[in-house]
């Protein structure tokens, strides 16, 4: 630990094995082998070359490429370029936007647009370091209290330099030979990388200051599978879209394992003693009971009103793609009428991409307003949909159980459970909001299993654990 109480990451290993918690901490699966080769390959490739240490870490850490942008950040904490600002030119740390602070930023972005112009990555990396030191600071101290990208990026506004940059290598003779829009494009990609440099710089400048560990477990974005349902934006959907038929796979085959050992049954005890009296009396072969289990039934029944809508429509398409498991799968959407949308699923319909937008136009989901009703979705359920659920029938609910403070109707989902042969509610809220505002999710909860299910990690394990074979 360093005097001001952050902690003081020195020597290679002290950097692989905070870089190896940091991963841990953000769910990858790196066991005490794979830390050991990491440090072998690092003894192999040196540490004169930065990238190729990065390429030697990522390949003996990682399990698959979606978890290599959160690795590139963590190893830019870890092991971060030494970048050496030659001086500030006039910009002090935090500058107040005066006029000697405008020159300077004037003459930082027209250094930035050559950069990006010539493609020098070396000078960008020191421009991004630059760009930090003068106008990324805040706060009241002798120094500065902290460094902050967006700060930095406001004022510097890379991404208005396309025209400058465009017309840098127009004049310089490097104009590709393709059309300006794929030119614009290349441009806007290298501006982004700029972006990212300042980012990455900026979460540097913050790691000295409070210690890496701290950084890397709040200041970079987790993977895909852990974001919250609830807070993922459509870039993040997508992404999770994107590893449904690799989970699915896993889950298939988890599924097929669990078939095969409830398959063999428990010991039949008379066959058993029969056997043994060709053995004087000793079991030494039990005879197990051969079971003959029927595929079970499954439906789904979900809220795809307002944040929850990414939750179900996830959770929807994994669960068509396991319908190989199942005699029967059966999809019903609602918000505050229910209708069943298992055509809109089927393996040949349309990219799971646009869901959302065909559920909404194909299924008759509302009524007079707009606003999920649990109550009546699940009484419509029960009384419109009651041949869907029988004794073979497990049954999932996905909502967080809002009503609007409409009346709930427990009846209904009291007269869904005790026709199911189990009913799993999977509530994207955390178990500290439920019973807050309109929610009635303890009310439900009395009637029928629920759980927190937050993000597409704890979906899969649950789905994995609580799907009957």
Not at 17 to 32: K, M, P, Q, W
Not at 322 to 350: K, W, Y
Not at 361 to 373: E, F, I, K, P, Y
Request: hydrophobic share 40%; with cysteine.
């Amino acid at each position: 630990m360093s005097g001001d109480g952050t902690a003081s990451v020195t020597g290679p290993v002290a950097r692989l094995t905070g870089l190896v918690a940091a991963l841990r901490d953000h769910g990858f699966g790196i066991g005490t082998g794979e830390t050991v080769d990491a440090g072998l390959a690092l003894e192999a490739v040196g540490f004169a070359d930065r990238e190729r240490m990065r390429e030697a870490l990522a390949a003996t850490l990682l399990h698959g490429e979606r978890q290599r942008p959160v690795f590139d950040r963590v190893f830019d904490l870890y092991f971060p370029a030494v970048v050496t600002v030659p001086g500030r030119h006039g910009v002090e740390a935090g500058g107040t936007g005066g006029a000697g602070d405008a020159a300077a930023l004037a003459a930082l972005r027209a250094r930035i647009a050559e950069a990006l112009a010539a493609g020098d990555t070396a000078l960008l990396d020191r421009l991004a370091a630059e760009a930090v030191a003068g106008f990324g600071g805040y706060g009241s101290g002798p120094g500065t209290d902290g460094w902050s990208s967006y700060q930095t990026l406001s004022r510097l506004r890379p991404e208005t330099l396309l025209a400058r940059v465009r017309a840098a290598r127009t004049a310089a003779g490097r104009e590709p030979d393709f059309t300006d829009r794929l030119l614009d494009d290349e441009i806007r990609r290298a501006v982004e990388g700029f972006r990212e440099r300042v980012r990455t710089e900026a979460r540097r400048r913050v790691a000295e200051l409070r210690g890496r560990d701290e950084v890397a477990r709040r200041a970079v974005a987790v993977t895909a599978d852990r974001v919250d349902f609830l807070l993922a934006g459509r870039e993040q959907l997508e992404e999770l879209r994107r590893t449904v038929r690799p989970l699915a796979r896993k889950l298939a085959t988890r599924l097929a394992a669990r078939r095969r050992r409830a398959a063999r049954g428990g010991i039949d005890l008379r066959r058993t003693l029969r056997g043994s009296l060709s053995t004087g009396g000793v079991p030494v072969r039990p005879v197990l009971r051969r079971r003959r289990p029927g595929r079970p039934e499954l439906v789904l029944l979900c809220d795809v009103s307002g944040s929850v809508a990414g939750f179900a429509q996830f959770t929807m398409v994994l669960v068509q793609a396991l319908h190989d498991q199942f005699s029967r799968v059966r999809v019903f959407a609602f918000v505050n009428r229910c209708d069943e949308v298992t055509g809109l699923l089927s393996p040949g319909a349309a990219d799971p991409a646009g869901l959302g937008e065909r559920i909404l136009a194909g299924a008759r989901l509302t009524g007079w307003h707009g606003q999920s009703d649990y109550g009546t979705a699940l009484d419509e359920f029960a009384e419109r949909y009651a041949d869907a659920v029988g004794p073979r029938t497990v049954v999932f609910v996905l909502g967080d159980a809002r009503t609007n403070n409409a009346d709930p109707r427990p009846e209904a989902l009291r007269l869904i459970a005790e026709r199911a042969r189990r009913v799993h509610w999977l509530n994207p809220e955390q178990p500290a909001l439920w019973g807050t505002g309109d929610s009635v999710a303890p009310l439900y909860a009395q009637l029928v299993d629920m759980r927190s299910c937050r993000n597409a990690r704890q979906l899969g394990e649950l789905i994995a654990r609580l799907l009957p074979v």
